[in-house]
T-cell receptor, first 112, second 114 residues
Framework: SQKIEQNSEALNIQEGKTATLTCNYT??????LQWYRQDPGRGPVFLLL?????KEKRKERLKVTFDTTLKQSLFHITASQPADSATYLC???????????FGTGTRLTVIP | EAGVAQSPRYKIIEKRQSVAFWCNPI?????LYWYQQILGQGPKLLIQ????????DSQLPKDRFSAERLKGVDSTLKIQPAKLEDSAVYLC????????????FGPGTRLTVT
């Protein structure tokens, strides 16, 4: 069965540094990989999507990489701010599935 | 545009009781999803609708969970009878019917079964 591992349950970094979150998956290769942010008591919010034939995607301070050989995606937040503190979820979509399989998430805390 | 609406936000019931959750997706979104999110875990897909038809319900515990989406808009998810392990947040999401489309989530219903 599909399995997604996200690095450490919790990650603490200093304000201004770059946060790097890891998403490793097994079994099937996804057509798309998405990253979501979830704040306490709220539903996840979409951040970025990367396709299987793309290596890198950027949006403002966010960058996602996708290595289908390693079966890994990295999610970077540059110049991190305390407001970036949240849980970040990666999710896979198989070809034709139009639904998502989520990882367990990484709780990021940016320390002022 | 209005987001995905869910009600109630919180519900406490005793085991073996029944409970129902309601979801109103974003207008025009053909696809609607129900997820279960247990504390400390990522959302797990329970059921996916496209319009009013079920696309995927492979992870829905059908002996106690049921869902419907009448008229292809609003949806309800029911649990009967509830078990202690059903304590979780139930999230509803919707998306346009295209591959790779982002999903829009509601705030969720936090269910506590005692």
């Amino acid at each position: 069965s599909q399995k997604i591992e996200q690095n450490s349950e919790a990650l603490n970094i200093q304000e201004g540094k770059t946060a790097t979150l890891t998403c490793n998956y097994t079994n099937y290769s996804p057509a798309y990989l998405q990253w979501y942010r979830q704040d306490p008591g709220r539903g996840p919010v979409f951040l970025l999507l990367i396709r299987e034939n793309e290596k890198e995607k950027r949006k403002e301070r966010l960058k996602v990489t996708f290595d289908t050989t390693l079966k890994q995606s990295l999610f970077h937040i540059t110049a991190s701010q305390p407001a970036d503190s949240a849980t970040y979820l990666c999710a896979l979509e198989r070809t034709g599935a139009n639904n998502l399989f989520f990882g367990t998430g990484t709780r990021l805390t940016v320390i002022p | 545009e209005a987001g995905v609406a869910q009600s109630p936000r919180y519900k406490i019931i005793e085991k073996r009781q029944s409970v129902a959750f309601w979801c109103n997706p974003i207008s025009g979104h053909a696809t609607l999803y129900w997820y279960q999110q247990i504390l400390g875990q990522g959302p797990k897909l329970l059921i996916q609708f496209q319009n009013n038809g079920v696309v995927d319900d492979s992870q829905l515990p059908k002996d106690r969970f049921s869902a419907e989406r009448l008229k292809g808009v609003d949806s309800t998810l029911k649990i009967q009878p509830a078990k202690l392990e059903d304590s979780a947040v139930y999230l509803c999401a919707s998306s346009s019917n295209k591959a790779g489309g982002e999903q829009y989530f509601g705030p969720g219903t936090r269910l506590t079964v005692t």
